[in-house]
């Protein structure tokens, strides 16, 4: 069965430093995306980061890139010059040929 | 633009009772699927969809059932509800299933079960 692992229960970390939220994701499949959403306390899910098994580059969006270790299937979200903003639930999602599922998600809180 | 609509927002059932989340999506997207949220933890898949006709079952399937008649509607039945199914639904849809497609959430349905 397919599986996202997310190690990180709970960060916190202090504003403007860097801070990296891991994510495995656990699939026979070799064509796979893993994708990372933030939550926050109002409740909808934000799409931030997508990263396909194929892609040659390690994903960037602004603040946000992508460690991608193909071998391991793991995709760390690396969010850089933290802002109290980022406080928020983080979820790893992958996606296959089957389905789609999620981890257990990190709660990150960012430090003034 | 409507992207994925859920409702109702808000709901508290009694026990044995049967009810249905409705989830609407007009992206023309194949890939629909539910999933609950409990407090503090992550989103866990219940059924999943890809086209007209085609459902299949996620991590946690049972006391819930599917449907999808159309590219457009994709509810979830609760056949008797029980207390564990006090939870968060979200409805999401993507525009096939496979790797490179952004899923797309619907606001959440707060479920609660009496």
């Known amino acids: 069965a397919q599986k996202i692992t997310q190690t990180q229960p709970g960060m916190f970390v202090q504003e403007k430093e860097a801070v990296t939220l891991d994510c495995t994701y656990d699939?026979?499949?070799?064509?796979?995306?893993l994708f990372w959403y933030k939550q926050p306390s109002s409740g909808e899910m934000i799409f931030l980061i997508y990263?396909?098994?194929?892609?040659?580059q390690n994903a960037t969006e602004g603040r946000y890139s992508l460690n991608f270790q193909k071998a391991r299937k793991s995709a760390n979200l690396v969010i850089s010059a933290s802002q109290l903003g980022d406080s928020a639930m983080y979820f790893c999602?992958?996606?296959?040929?089957?389905?789609?599922?999620f981890g257990s998600g990190t709660r990150l809180s960012i430090r003034p | 633009n409507a992207g994925v609509t859920q409702t109702p927002k808000f709901q508290v059932l009694k026990t044995g009772q049967s009810m249905t989340l409705q989830c609407a999506q007009d992206?023309?997207?194949?890939?629909m699927s539910w999933y609950r949220q409990d407090p503090g933890m992550g989103l866990r898949l219940i059924h999943y969809?890809?086209?007209?006709?085609?459902?299949d079952q996620g991590e946690v399937p049972n006391g819930y059932n599917v449907s999808r008649s159309t590219t457009e509607d994709f509810p979830l039945r609760l056949l008797s509800a029980a207390p564990s199914q006090t939870s968060v639904y979200f409805c999401?849809?993507?525009?096939?299933?496979?790797?490179?497609?952004?899923?797309?959430f619907g606001e959440g349905s707060w479920l609660t079960v009496v």
């Open positions: 992206m023309n997207h194949e890939y």
């Open positions: 699939t026979s499949d070799q064509s796979y995306g």
């Open positions: 999602s992958g996606s296959s040929a089957s389905k789609i599922i």
């Open positions: 990263q396909g098994s194929y892609d040659e």
């Open positions: 969809s890809v086209g007209a006709g085609i459902t």
């Open positions: 999401a849809s993507s525009r096939v299933q496979g790797a490179r497609n952004t899923i797309y």
